[in-house]
Each structure stands twice: as C-alpha cells, then as structure tokens.
C-alpha cells in the first residue's frame, strides 16, 4: 500500500511589500515544507493543524497571520 501524502501547516516569519514584518501560515506537503524551511530559518510547525491538501502544488497562496490575533487564527 502506498503511503499517503502528509500535509501539515507551518509558519514562517517573511516581511510584507510595504517592509513590514509579517507571519505567513501555508498547508503544506513535505517537499514544499523543505523548501520554506530552507529559505526560512523561522519555520516552525503549528500544533495539530493537518489539512487535505498542499496550498503550493494548488496554486493557493501562504496566509499573513492578522498580528492581533493568536497564532493559527
């Protein structure tokens, strides 16, 4: 039986258009979690976030995090 994809959500610190610093989320498959960890030494999981597919490899793009709320909101 082949294993099936694991898609797990992570963060990352990234800085926004204007110069501002913002935290970016994304849902994410494991090719695509090495590459954000590669270019982001601020990458780190969020606790029990699993999804159903990667946002990359569907074209949808990394989340900014509103910064008044808690993480993973």
Known sequence: MKPQPHFLAICWDATAEDGT???MRAMLCKAHRQVIALESSSARGVPR?????????????PKALRPDLPEGQ
């Open 21 to 23: 610093p913002v935290t």
């Open 49 to 61: 976030q699993f999804g159903e597919s990667c946002d990359l490899c569907q074209g949808r793009e």
